[in-house]
């Protein structure tokens, strides 16, 4: 029986595949897939998780760089019935391990490569059970007695037979972000999520056939992943791309006539210091922007260099994937607006009560609709404070309904315009924003306290020019120490944090550092002091 349209995530490959089977779907470098080469790779590889006894809902960790193995199993594992877990590529050993341990990640596609910087930590992952490798290595790691291995091409030679049964509303995916507490999130997204946004951004993109898109943003990201999701939905054809320089990304687009680039500002800010080769201004439809704000000089840069190219300026969350976007010919009118809901969401404007704000009144921005995600793995407490009850007579939720619904609270503080479009003031959390990514300035202290270099330590996020945010550090020396180590303890820094976390810059100060009233070393205090003292 034919799939008319996809309602789980890796029916988006299907129905493609049914629709046109020779159409391409995935490049990468010299690799190429059509559609119905993918959908055959993901069942099979759905059928050797099977084989495996991945058993329904059970996770399955992704540790690799972008690569057509990535994506198979970013698919395959739900069609085994399973739930795939992106771990990104920039992450070392630790912090793999703490995902792995966090949703007891029963089977971790890697590579050699990546399996050699895990070996010391596997032994704390107890609910691993088997490692699939891209490639067999020459020489075969010792594994924990209770891991197996096996490579990728014997999973994809395995006995065909069906994934577990699932229906829109189970997982498909637990994305991780950094979470206030200092300990990555897991953000549980359903089927229907998914699939839900794919159909959104699709529209409003007008994707089609005739696309093709740069997969630039690492797809560990809600936004680097919907670039799948989309193209899929619409059977447009996909690029991986793990570039090393911005160079790169402009080859890229030439040479593979790209249509439509989603990348994070401090990318953009690069892009636009470079020479763009004329034919990328032929092929390029659109350009989005999501993971923080675009600077209006980019922007305009941005048109110039690709004056056929329509820009999308968006924002979304990974607790409810995608939320708001600014129609192209809005642009000039309002390039400071994050714009309106997309379609199929709802976005609201509260106040601390629970009522809606009047146009420019500053409040919370609230997301409500078949986007919002299952809250966070594990997490009750966390899942409790962004996930919250819709009072009667908000948005469409009328009093007469019995059954709750839950809504994203961003803790993002946004303010609605007379004619309904949004604009970003500022998070009410601590978090950084730094080259698209979102830090925990208790994550980064966790790692400094860690390297047994510092005595007390502070982190906090401070504006740059390309990357939105850098992370500066403010640390006393350890007990019995007269002075701290700052190239022992840069050095440790690099070694135990993605390139992303690393901070910008390390300041000796004399200790204790200043409390507030609840005992807490006072972030803020010491933020301001250091604005103060660097202009």
């Known amino acids: 029986m034919s799939i008319s349209e996809a309602s789980l995530l890796h029916d988006l490959v299907h129905v493609a595949s049914e629709r046109t089977p020779a159409a391409p779907a995935l490049v990468s470098g010299t690799q190429q897939l059509s559609y119905a080469a993918l959908a055959g790779q993901v069942a099979a590889c759905a059928a050797g998780l099977v084989g495996l006894g991945l058993q329904r809902a059970e996770r399955v960790g992704i540790y690799l760089e972008k690569r057509l193995e990535t994506v198979v199993a970013s698919f395959g594992a739900p069609a085994a019935g ?31 490569d990546r399996l050699a910087t895990l070996l010391p930590v596997l032994a704390e992952c107890p609910e691993l059970r088997q490692v699939v490798l891209t490639q067999v290595p020459a020489q075969i790691p010792a594994l924990p007695p209770h891991v197996g291995l096996l490579s990728w091409e014997q999973l994809l030679r395995a006995s065909p037979q069906p994934g577990h049964r699932v229906i829109d509303t189970d997982m498909a995916a637990i994305l991780y972000t950094s979470g206030s507490t200092g300990r990555p999130k897991g953000v549980v ?68 006539k790209v249509t439509g680039l989603t990348a994070v500002p401090p990318l953009y800010i690069q892009l636009t210091t470079l020479e763009w080769p004329a034919a990328i201004n032929e092929h ?149 924003k730094t080259s698209g990514y979102r830090v925990s300035p208790a994550e980064v202290e966790e790692v400094l306290y860690a390297t047994r270099l510092v005595g007390e330590c502070v982190a906090f996020g401070v504006d740059h020019a390309t990357l939105g945010q850098v992370i500066q550090v403010i640390a006393t020396a350890p007990e019995g120490s007269a002075a701290l180590d700052l190239p022992a303890l840069q050095a440790a820094c690099r070694q135990h944090m993605p390139a992303y976390m690393v901070p910008a810059g390390l300041e000796p100060m004399a200790g204790p550092l200043p409390r507030n009233p609840n005992g807490k070393i006072d972030r803020k205090l010491l933020a301001t002091g250091w604005q103060e003292r660097h202009g």
């Not at 590529?89 to 793999?96: G, N, R």
Request: glycine residues 8%; contains cysteine.
């Open 189 to 256: 997204l359903s089927h229907r999520n998914m699939v839900a946004g794919a159909k959104s951004v699709a529209s409003y993109l007008e994707n089609g056939p005739h696309d093709t898109l740069l997969a630039a943003l690492p797809l560990s990201f809600d936004a680097g992943f919907s670039q799948l999701t989309t193209a899929f939905h619409s059977g447009a054809r996909v690029v991986l791309l793990n570039y090393l320089l911005p160079r790169d990304v402009l080859k890229a687009m030439e040479r593979e």
């Open 284 to 432: 390029l439809r659109y350009f989005a922007n999501t993971g923080g704000r675009m600077p209006r000089e980019t922007l305009n840069l941005l048109r110039q260099r690709a004056p056929k190219a329509k820009p999308f300026l968006m924002y979304g969350l990974t607790e409810a994937f995608r939320s708001t976007y600014l129609p192209p010919e809005e642009v000039d009118r309002r390039p400071d607006s994050i714009g309106r809901a997309i379609p199929n969401a709802e976005i609201l404007v509260l106040r601390e009560d629970g009522t809606e704000c009047a146009a420019d009144e500053p409040g919370e921005l609230v997301h409500r609709g078949a986007l919002v995600g299952q809250g966070y793995w594990g997490d009750a407490e966390k899942t409790a404070e962004r996930y919250k009850l819709l009072p009667p007579g908000i948005g469409g939720r009328e009093a007469g309904l019995q059954l709750p619904e839950y809504a994203v609270f961003s803790g993002d503080t946004v303010r609605r315009d007379a004619e309904g479009f949004l604009y970003f003031i500022g998070r009410r959390d601590e978090m950084i």
């Open 82 to 112: 399973g739930v795939f877990v992106p771990m990104n590529p920039l992450l070392k050993a630790e912090q793999v391990a703490f995902i792995a341990r966090d949703c007891a990640v029963r089977v971790l596609v890697t590579s050699p």
